[in-house]
């Protein structure tokens, strides 16, 4: 790859909907959840192929910073960029795109998430390298995702004229972007073949996204200059950052002029492990039809079940006559719910901060 | 009370279907399930208005003595009657009958139960006191209970002739016990207020008991005859005493004969707790119309739930959307399934014997 070619690890969330595993303190990229490493030490070492440790950065809140560092200990410590506080992605690029560029002014920069499954990471690879090849042409440059179901959860890239191939990969403009749609708005757009899914993931030369910046969020712009001139006013200015996603404060007025590039995936067994029914998808169950990690499960009678225990002594798990359920299983807090209401876990961490912040 | 009367409470059972609380070392009645006292120190403390500890006597398994003998070291340590293996009720209560008719030929003696809930103490002791009573006009009496619901769980016994009225209660000849009916079977019982349930408590004068032992198990009454004879051969011929209740052996033979007496007595706020569900009867639901004994719970949209943990440390339990599930936390195992298939904890128990018997 080439030497001006830096990764961008997005790992500033949270991820409530994962509660009791994720905590305040335990956000959920930092989590073993599929197997003996966690999201964030997988996002690491997938990277590793085309990037050198001097050119994986990772962004994220401070307060993270010294477990995130601990779990992979060859980045560099001025590799971790840290936000004074969460903004939302747009402040967090942009404050790593002015750190590469005061490296590199002629960077390019990957931005890919923390907290994603990719079962192909050879593919991913791939991807990245095509990708490189797209925003070199002057292209903000958005990994898509090719539908494998009508998702609400997800949001949907429209793509117009073809802008031709990169590698393996056919690449097209951008036309759209569409926020978690309603179920029959999401059908529409699998079955029209002409929508992908939004990965969060994206590819850009940094004085290229620095221009959008300029373009589009010239607020955002004024305080990245700033931190750029004088890093160590960084504390200070932070707190005038819009709280804005990238995807509503650059792609979306990117798109409509044209700017950006999306190249449709497939094959990349992509995840947004974003809630527990989604772990689902990439877990394969086990002989009695049911998706258990770290646990004993004696089933009777029980059918899709997802069992996820992470305790320090072996447990054992016993089930009659249940089906479609939810089990967490965690030291000190056990969540059970219909694996449809997955997302309602929200709620029970909004009732914890009611008075019981020691499960928070 | 009069000096010759005894009370034996029969502490031999197991239950299974209190897994996974209840363990092959930890039985029912040593449990705390209710509270801070144990079934079987509850069944102690209730006999204290009426019998000094020198009469209350226990009858057990050898491998449970020393647990049992733990919760209540003021009961003399002869009083723990030990059955070198259990071979069911007929030949525990003709144990200890042998065993109290050496010390007292003319004693009268109440075999209560070690694992059942009795809401009213008081009148639970009034109702011994009305019984002893009718077995000094040399009947077997038989504690019934007057039926609150249909249960398909418990034993029947109808009632025939009045036999007059001892203290406040009512007593009858008992015509017939029928065993777990069936639902119609139950319903038509109930509806005909003929039927009390059979508490599995008796009390009878033992020189009474032993005739009937004579007349109706000759078998057993010649191993009890040897066992009186020369104690040191209860481990020897032990083996030869028939496996069967006292309701087979000894009760309805008796009653066939017009020898049992049954006392209906109402307001004991009595509950066998055989299984997981009819804890529930006993319990008082708390405001989200849960009953939770040990834990803190997080109920979202979440009803009838019967919680049960038992661990060192406190601990959450958080549900959303669910219903009559019953869930059961102890340290080394979870259990959950729905109320209406507490019976069917059996069959965990069995499944455990397949290779995974460290949870026994």
Chains 1, 2 share one sequence.
Not at 78 to 97: C, D, V
Request: aromatic fraction near 6%; charge should be negative; include cysteine.
């Amino acid at each position: 790859m080439p030497e001006h070619y830096y990764a961008l690890i997005m790992a500033g969330g949270g991820g409530t909907r994962l509660w009791p595993l994720s905590r305040a303190s335990r956000p959920k990229q930092a989590l073993k959840l599929l197997g003996d490493r966690s999201l964030f030490e997988q996002a690491v070492d997938r990277l590793k192929p085309l990037f050198p440790p001097e050119r994986i950065l990772v962004v994220c809140s401070a307060s993270y910073a010294r477990l995130l560092r601990a779990q992979r200990p060859e980045l560099p410590e001025a590799n971790f960029i840290l936000e004074p506080e969460p903004r939302n992605t747009a402040p967090a690029i942009g404050l790593a795109a002015v750190t590469i560029h005061r490296r590199d002014p002629q960077a390019t920069m990957a931005c890919v998430t923390a907290d994603h499954f990719i079962g192909n990471e050879l593919r991913f690879c791939d991807l990245l390298t095509a990708a490189a090849e797209i925003a070199a042409r002057n292209y903000l440059v958005t990994l898509g995702v090719r539908p494998t179901f009508s998702s609400t959860g997800y949001g949907y890239i429209q793509r117009g004229d073809p802008l031709g191939q990169a590698g393996e990969f056919s690449v097209f403009r951008a036309m759209r972007f569409k926020e978690k749609p309603n179920l029959p708005e999401a059908e529409a757009m699998v079955a029209d073949g002409l929508h992908s899914w939004n990965s969060g993931m994206f590819v850009w030369r940094v004085e290229r996204v620095m221009q959008e910046f300029a373009r589009l969020m010239p607020d955002l712009h004024r305080v990245l200059t700033e931190i750029e001139a004088t890093p160590p006013s960084l504390e200070k200015v932070w707190q005038q950052a819009p709280k804005i996603s990238i995807d509503y404060g650059i792609m979306e007025g990117a798109a409509a002029a044209g700017a950006v590039a999306v190249i449709p995936a497939d094959g990349l067994n992509w995840s947004d492990i974003g809630s527990w029914d989604t772990l689902l998808d990439v877990l394969a169950p086990d002989a009695t039809g049911n998706v258990v990690v770290g646990a004993e499960h004696l089933a009777i009678n029980s059918t899709r079940l997802l069992i996820h225990a992470s305790r320090s002594q072996p447990r054992l798990v016993a089930t009659i006559g249940l089906s479609d359920l939810l089990i967490v299983d965690t030291e000190d807090a056990l969540l059970i719910c219909p694996r449809d209401r997955a997302q309602d876990v929200r709620a029970v961490v909004e009732a914890l901060k009611e008075g019981r912040t020691e499960y928070l």
